[in-house]
């Protein structure tokens, strides 16, 4: 079977074409800058080594992007083909991938209201690939579903009972795809069951997120209701006291527009430092520069308060696993999360922390009573297993 998994963003669509079960990719590719005024496509017909080609154009919609993919692709037989689309929010409704009719589609729709800069996007994917290949199975794999075992201490916030029961209002979690792909993946690496792990799992990317698995369950996450909450991130300003959008609101500085673009776009590390790219802000932080090393330093703090609350969550902690761009290349800020942690146990090894590698590694020394682990982030690929056992368990 040919899966192709998508993963259509807000200005960017990745997709990868896997032959499953065996998962060896056929093509790959990114449109980016969609809606500005110069886009970018960039695809890759063979594996993950073969050459990009490359092309600079603008890219209007998330239609001229998809038709784009779908052009490099070429004519692939529709017997046999299934598509996997990552949906951002699945809100209570989703605990697992789910294939798509149009009932699903109409519930992914309604859950544009808790997901307004994510779903929709998601759903123009899914929309023009059930529209080019109306016979082809198509899948929706969430990003909230692996986290529908938090257990209610940790999803309900303490806000009037109305609020989460009749309008769904509470932490939901994402980065799910990440976390479930990391677990399995550390599960190998450390030889163990993944239903036996407890790990922090720390996704750190242009959004950032830190997961607490406990035998092989999310029992607490840092993202809540929407993805701006826990770690700042590239753009995204993470936890803050509410009471200060209430002080901005109530100063008139501010509407409800304004608000969520200073919250998503205008800050995290771009807020404090001006750049969200982590390598820009950590040559300036070598050279120097004040600004950058307070968003690093910022970044580090928040990493570590999270690493101790989930530890006394979690109790026992078998592995620390990072991913994501930051996560798996920034050595440098892993070793400054995770300074002073020596008295949990945490050893990390500099030589092996410094290296660069690709590969799923241990990064801990060898007196380290918990493993340090880096996992390459696959969430394409994992969208296209989880796509494959729906579609393969509906058709047997
Ligand atoms: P997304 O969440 O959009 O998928 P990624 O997981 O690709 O984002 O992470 C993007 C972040 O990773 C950026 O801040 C980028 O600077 C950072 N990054 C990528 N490579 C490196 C590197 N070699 N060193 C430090 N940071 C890196």
């Known amino acids: 079977m040919l899966t192709l998994a998508l993963n259509s963003g807000s200005s960017s669509i990745k997709y990868r074409l896997l032959r499953m079960p065996e998962a060896?990719?056929?093509?790959?590719?990114?449109?980016?800058?969609?809606?500005?005024?110069?886009?970018?496509?960039?695809?890759?017909?063979?594996?993950?080594?073969?050459?990009?080609?490359?092309?600079?154009?603008?890219?209007?919609?998330?239609?001229?992007?998809?038709?784009?993919?779908?052009?490099?692709?070429?004519?692939?037989?529709?017997?046999?083909?299934?598509?996997?689309?990552?949906?951002?929010h699945g809100g209570g409704l989703f605990d697992q991938a789910a294939l798509i009719d149009d009932g699903v589609a109409a519930k992914i729709a309604d859950l544009q209201s808790l997901a307004p800069l994510h779903n929709p996007p998601n759903l123009l994917g899914i929309q023009a690939c059930r529209t080019l290949w109306p016979h082809v199975p198509q899948v929706a794999v969430f990003d909230t579903a692996f986290h529908h075992t938090l257990p209610p201490h940790a999803y309900h916030y303490a806000l009037p009972r109305r609020l989460s029961d009749d309008r769904g209002l509470r932490r939901y979690g994402f980065h799910g795809i990440s976390v479930q792909s990391a677990l399995k993946r550390a599960a190998a690496q450390l030889g163990r069951q993944p239903e036996r792990l407890n790990l922090i799992v720390l996704h750190l990317g242009n959004g950032a997120s830190v997961t607490a698995v406990k035998e092989g369950r999310s029992v607490d996450t840092s993202m809540g209701m929407t993805p701006l909450a826990g770690l700042m991130m590239g753009s995204r300003c993470g936890d803050i006291d509410p009471g200060l959008l209430l002080h901005l609101l109530q100063q008139g500085e501010l509407d409800a527009r304004s608000l969520e673009h200073l919250l998503t776009r205008q800050s995290g590390f771009n807020g404090v430092c001006g750049d969200n790219d982590v390598r820009h802000i950590l040559a300036r932080a070598g050279e120097g520069d004040a600004a950058a090393q307070l968003a690093l330093d910022m970044y580090a703090h928040q990493i570590k308060k999270y690493i101790g609350a989930y530890w006394a969550v979690l109790g026992e902690v078998d592995a620390l696993v990072f991913t994501g761009g930051i996560g798996e290349n920034a050595g440098e800020v892993r070793a400054a999360a995770l300074r002073g942690l020596q008295g949990l146990g945490v050893d990390l090894d500099p030589a092996k922390n410094a290296a660069a590698c690709a590969e799923p590694r241990a990064i801990h020394g060898e007196g380290s009573r918990t493993a340090v682990l880096v996992i390459p982030a696959d969430e394409e690929k994992e969208v296209a297993e989880q796509t494959y056992r729906l579609v393969a368990a509906a058709s047997a």
């Open 24 to 88: 060896v990719t056929q093509a790959s590719g990114l449109v980016e800058g969609i809606g500005e005024s110069e886009g970018r496509f960039t695809c890759r017909r063979g594996g993950e080594n073969a050459a990009p080609t490359r092309s600079t154009l603008p890219i209007a919609d998330h239609r001229q992007g998809l038709a784009l993919i779908f052009d490099s692709l070429g004519d692939l037989p529709e017997n046999g083909l299934a598509v996997g689309h990552r949906v951002v």
